[in-house]
Nanobody, 122 residues
Framework: QLQAFGGGLVQAGGSLRLSCAASGRTFSSYRMGWFRQAPGKEREFVATISVIGGRTYYSDSVKGRFTISRDNAKSTVYLQMNSLKPEDTAVYYC?????????????????WGQGTQVTVSS
């Protein structure tokens, strides 16, 4: 089970840190990812991190502004979001899958959190 939290309302240029806590599985065995979905749009890849945390991969739209990290001892993955823009407004989801390869496709991820709303005002 994955539970995401930390969303909220922030002004453009501000920052938020999302967290996703995992339970019921061996967290350190799973590659983790963050996706987002804006109203009327498809779910979009944001970032992914390897099982140990040494390798990360970002979408071009967030590269340089967002940072994904994980703490396997706490079974938690984070998404630090800086320099937020109104176009970052969406419901953000954490997800997990068992593979050594990074993936940007939501269909590859077997487990999903419930989502947390991020709203960036202009």
């Amino acid at each position: 089970q994955l539970q995401a939290f930390g969303g909220g309302l922030v002004q453009a240029g501000g920052s938020l840190r999302l967290s996703c806590a995992a339970s019921g599985r061996t967290f350190s065995s799973y590659r983790m990812g963050w996706f987002r979905q804006a109203p009327g749009k498809e779910r979009e890849f944001v970032a992914t991190i390897s099982v140990i945390g040494g390798r990360t991969y970002y979408s071009d739209s967030v590269k340089g502004r967002f940072t994904i990290s994980r703490d396997n001892a706490k079974s938690t993955v984070y998404l630090q979001m800086n320099s937020l823009k109104p176009e970052d407004t969406a419901v953000y989801y954490c997800a997990a899958y068992s593979s050594s390869c990074p993936s940007v496709s939501p269909t590859d991820y077997a487990y999903w959190g419930q989502g947390t709303q991020v709203t960036v005002s202009s």
